[in-house]
């Protein structure tokens, strides 16, 4: 068994109340010249529902496993959203206090007395992400294409079809004879994937706003080619009719001598055009310096295997494609700064520096490191802010062991996206770390409760506090469910976990009825989206000519 260091569980309810913000001073807040972040720390698709435009998405049951990658600096001036005002925004405000910061409040009656303002919520998951492609596509009149003419083009041959998600998407599902080339990786690969400067190039995503921004992206660099984006993405192309690709894995190799030359002068113009600035070695460390004064995010947004295989010391592994995709997951506050490390051509955080600036961001900067200084390698575990929670372990052998005693497995690992299978223990039920101590009385039996995740970190920090609240013995899963995977014990893939409140089971997988619904919402959203942030006046995107 293994027994971890201490940590402080959630507060109790009863502790004092922290103190408040109105929505009116939070708007003055987020306007003035001091850093201001804003966290949402519902959960259960809450913040999708609806949310200040400027927070970023904290639930309240990750918050330990979250927030110093979001927010690095402990004294940053932090206010805490719920839809009320009231427990849940209480428990999380105190946490955070618990936790070190130091500077912590809760915005009074919650996004109902923000409302009551007269201010905007913004809707959707990474909004304001998507809002950019809506954004840029009208402003630049971004070239399209539909799926079924892509399909005729397909057919005739001579187009090269680029697809700007994650490798693992990517490998979930794709247009047929497309290639991988995540993110800002497109600019870099791409003068060596055109037999030609005539050569059509269609660029792909799942829905609308990476095709869109890797399009344009390109257009902005002067590729000489042919560019158009496919409107709503494998969506559409499902939508069709059209049968996907599964399971494809062909990616754009690293560019040549030639390909990389020409790279570098595309990124060139890139920089010129939107002001992206460069910082060398002293001027970064001039930021490290200031790190308790001013947030300083550092992101290598180079692949996932070159930050593995060596990086510049203190540097998050953020592949530029999603780190503009998913900004509100990386970044916790509009007033920091953040600085892209690369590699010494800087082809790729040029490109990332370019869309961070269009997204309103002000002090956006690129390191392009000499190999020399790419001195740490490997992938640091997580940290769990506040300290490893105390909780007895068990192995997968042992939980395996337990359950045919009569214990009972709940699974606290929040729904995946939609292009991971959630893996789980047979006979295992859902459960949501904020609400274990009500619902606990709903756990079946009396044996013993395994505690799982897919890591394990979140089920120790569930199980460390479930235990206060039973008298059954409790214990967190070693290494989680992927431990359990990997020991070679019985598993299951798919949506039908069943959930141990009714209100907290997992969407079943859309029809395809559903998802034409969904996407046309999608497309409304885009036509409304960037005259509601207009209104609302806290983000201001950034147009070039």
Request: aromatic share 6%; proline share 6%; with cysteine.
């Amino acid at each position: 068994m293994t027994v971890h260091a201490t940590t402080a569980a959630f507060a109790a309810a009863g502790d004092a109340p922290v103190s408040a913000i109105s929505a009116e001073e939070l708007r003055a807040a987020v306007l003035g010249p001091e850093e201001v972040a804003v966290v949402d720390v519902r959960e259960g698709g809450r913040f999708e529902a609806g949310h200040v435009s400027v927070a970023v998405p904290l639930p309240l049951s990750e918050i330990e496993l979250k927030v110093e990658a979001l927010l690095p600096r402990r004294s940053i001036r932090l206010v805490v959203t719920d839809d009320d005002g009231g427990e849940i925004g209480e428990r999380a405000a105190r946490r955070l206090a618990q936790i070190g910061y130091s500077n912590v409040r809760l915005l009074a009656g919650g996004l109902a007395g923000w409302q009551a303002a007269g201010f905007e919520l913004i809707t959707g998951q990474y909004s304001l992400s998507k809002a950019l492609g809506e954004f840029v596509e009208r402003r630049y009149h971004t070239p399209r294409i539909s799926a079924t003419e892509l399909r005729q083009r397909i057919e005739d041959g001579g187009v090269v079809v680029l697809d700007t998600r994650p490798i693992e998407e990517f490998h979930h599902i794709s247009i047929p004879g497309g290639v991988a080339a995540p993110g800002v990786e497109l600019l870099y690969r791409i003068f060596d994937a055109v037999p030609s400067p005539d050569t059509p190039v269609v660029i792909n995503c799942a829905g609308r706003t990476r095709a869109i921004i890797g399009a344009q992206a390109l257009l902005n660099a002067g590729f000489p080619n042919p560019v158009v984006s496919l409107e709503n993405g494998t969506a559409a192309w499902l939508l069709a009719g059209l049968e996907p690709a599964k399971g494809a894995d062909t990616r754009l190799p690293p560019p040549s001598p030639e390909g990389l030359e020409r790279a570098k002068q595309a990124a060139a113009r890139v920089a010129e055009r939107f002001g992206v600035r460069r910082i060398d070695a002293d001027e970064l460390a001039a930021l490290r310096a200031e790190a308790g004064s001013h947030t300083l995010h550092l992101f290598d947004i180079r692949t996932p295997e070159e930050y593995a295989a060596g990086h510049l010391p203190g540097a998050t592994s953020a592949p530029g494609g999603q780190l503009v995709q998913t900004t509100d997951s990386f970044v916790g506050t509009r007033d920091g700064r953040i600085v892209l490390v690369d590699d010494a051509d800087g082809v790729r955080a040029t490109l990332t520096a370019s869309w961070l600036i269009q997204l309103g961001f002000e002090h956006v900067f690129v390191h392009a490191a000499p190999a020399a200084a790419l001195t740490e390698a490997g992938v640091a575990a997580p940290r769990i802010a506040g300290g490893e929670p105390v909780v007895a372990g068990v192995s997968p052998q042992q939980a395996d062991a337990l359950i045919q005693d009569g214990a009972v497995v709940l699974d606290v690992e929040p729904a995946p996206p939609y292009f991971r299978p959630r893996r789980y223990v047979p006979g295992s039920f859902i459960a949501r770390r904020s609400t274990l101590a009500s619902g606990v009385a709903q756990v079946p039996g009396t044996g013993a409760i395994i505690l799982t995740s897919a890591d394990g970190r979140l089920a120790a920090l569930a199980a460390s506090e479930l235990e206060k609240r039973t008298a059954r013995r409790v214990v967190a899963l070693d290494g989680g469910t992927d431990a359990w995977v990997a020991a070679g014990l019985r598993h299951r893939t798919g949506l039908d976990q069943p959930a141990l409140l009714a209100e907290e089971a997992l969407a079943p997988a859309p029809t395809l009825e559903e998802r034409r619904v969904s996407l046309d919402a999608y497309v409304r959203w885009g036509d409304v989206i960037t005259d509601q942030l207009q209104r609302d006046g806290l983000v201001r995107f950034r147009a070039f000519g």
